[in-house]
């Protein structure tokens, strides 16, 4: 009977062993990849959403920074600012970045 130094290995101790083995070695495999993609699309997921609150932020403050301090020329007229002075500025830029997107585009294969 083989021994491992101290007491004689039973079968029964030596399945349990194989049957453990054998199910650690399938989790490493499947569980563990699975866990990691999971939580690479969570992450993902989040910093996404993020970027979009900063964006959105971001171009409020804008509007708003341009709207106080670049364009206080354009002045108030029945007491409203007048905004459409910043959103036309904007409009004009988010347009030319589109317009460098649109002609830095490929192709798609099979149409030329």
């Known amino acids: 009977m083989p021994t491992n130094g101290k007491a004689p290995i039973s079968w ?3 399945a349990a ?6 199910v ?4 490493d495999k499947t569980t563990v990849p699975l866990q990691t993609a999971a939580r ?3 992450y ?12 959105v932020a971001g171009i409020v403050a804008f509007v708003r920074f341009a709207d106080v301090y ?14 459409y002075v910043t959103y036309l500025v904007l409009g004009i830029v988010f347009c030319g970045a ?7 585009r490929t192709p798609k294969a099979g149409k030329a």
């Not at 993902?44 to 964006?55: D, F, H, N, P, S």
């Not at 670049?70 to 905004?83: I, P, S």
């Not at 589109?98 to 830095?104: A, L």
């Open 12 to 14: 029964s101790d030596q």
């Open 17 to 22: 062993d194989t049957v453990e083995t054998i």
């Open 24 to 27: 650690l070695t399938v989790k």
């Open 40 to 42: 690479a699309i969570v």
């Open 44 to 55: 993902g997921l989040i910093v996404v959403v993020l970027a979009v609150i900063l964006l």
């Open 70 to 83: 670049f364009l206080g020329w354009a002045g108030v007229t029945n007491g409203q600012h007048r905004v």
């Open 98 to 104: 589109g317009f460098v997107c649109w002609s830095r």
